[in-house]
């Protein structure tokens, strides 16, 4: 299976990690994901339900499937949505490359953050195409590194992710998928598709960004491949760790961070 060299692992503190993004990213990459009253929506590849409880909780009057492949996460992710007493979401188990499901039953279908991590992207895109009800929506959001920037600007921080984009190369996946998105849906033949930078930008002046944003999830996710960047001498352990140091320096008081997530929709010919 694919995902068994899932880069950010499976461990409390990437859920944490997972949660935290969500949270923070809410109003900038969920603000337009509304779905019509009575959608019946696919969220491809749940994870631990992070943007499934943002997803369905805007969404009141539509119904979602969620599915992953890790059953772990999947019992994360129904445990956190039965806490918050959230009742439009049912989770199951599936492969994105093999959805059991019937041609064209959804009238939705929302991936979040997954492409990246996939060995086959257009693959996934066509098998979650097929599900797609024609004139059905499909949304995609990735992110991108390369849209990283920020101040004091460090070599030692542009190495230490430079990390995680080579491990993520390695494992067969794109940590620079976001630029390829309006390529990815327009290869699968969707229509009127409408790909926005969707920039998230960060000074002291945005407190809870610094924390949720710079903090607890992209230099958290880029510390959690340290261990695995120094063991395979990608990088040396004093290099990585004065990277990991000058990205929390970006969240002192005259730091600045910025980095470019992307969402497209596309319709279903
Ligand atoms: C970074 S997580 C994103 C989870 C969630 N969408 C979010 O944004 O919080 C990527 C997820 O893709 C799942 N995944 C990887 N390969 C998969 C596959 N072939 N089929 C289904 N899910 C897969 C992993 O198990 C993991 O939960």
Redesign the pocket.
Known sequence: ???TE?V?G?SDREALR?ND??DTLDNIIHNDTIFPKDSFVL??????G??TKIIAAKNPDSNFIS????ED?LGEARQLIKSLDIKNVEFRQ????GLPFEDGIFDSVI????LE??HHPKQ?LTELNRVLKKGGTMIAIEGDHGSTFFYPDSKSAHSAIDCQVRLQRQNGGNSNIGRELYPLLKSIGLSDILVSPRMVYVDSSRPQLVEGFIKNTFTAMIEGVGDKAVRQGIIDKLTFEKGIKDLYRTAEPDGVFSYTFFKGFGTKK
Do not use: K, R
């Open positions: 299976m694919e995902n899932y950010h499976y997972l993004q969500a969220e491809a590849s749940c994870g631990v992070a943007q599915v992953d492949i890790s996460s599936a492969d994105l490359y991936v979040c953050l997954v991590h996939l996934a």
